[in-house]
């Protein structure tokens, strides 16, 4: 069976909001892992302190804080990640339907759904890491030295 070349330029036409919409989703991904880095990189700066700055209640409490912003982050990255693999599938859906003249419109509209309900947790959860960053950042007289 033999798919006409002009079906095939369809499926890659419908293919490539999709794909754009990939390369946003892996932009996503690095902001929220260079953001990871970061939270990651001031806490081992905190840990690294002599114990009596380690002690100090509010490096205690940021400690803490980090670890809220850390979880925060981790699963906003799983669903971004959880988000371009459901889109991956929307494009294979298209082309296996396609090719095998499946009636896969279903499948692959429920798939995109899915898709923007992961994005919608991911930037939700992103910006609750946004909202406790600006909240709790440490008291500007009491800012210890990040060298990196």
Known sequence: MELPIADITHVIQLSLAPAFLLVAIGNLIIILTNRLGRIIDRRRVLLNQPPEIQNDPEVIQEIADLHHRRIFIYFAILFAVIGALLVCLVIAGAFIGALLNARLAEIVAGL??????????AWTLFLREIYLSIRIGPHPAKSLSTKS
């Open 112 to 121: 995109f759904v899915l898709t923007m309900l992961f994005l919608v947790i």
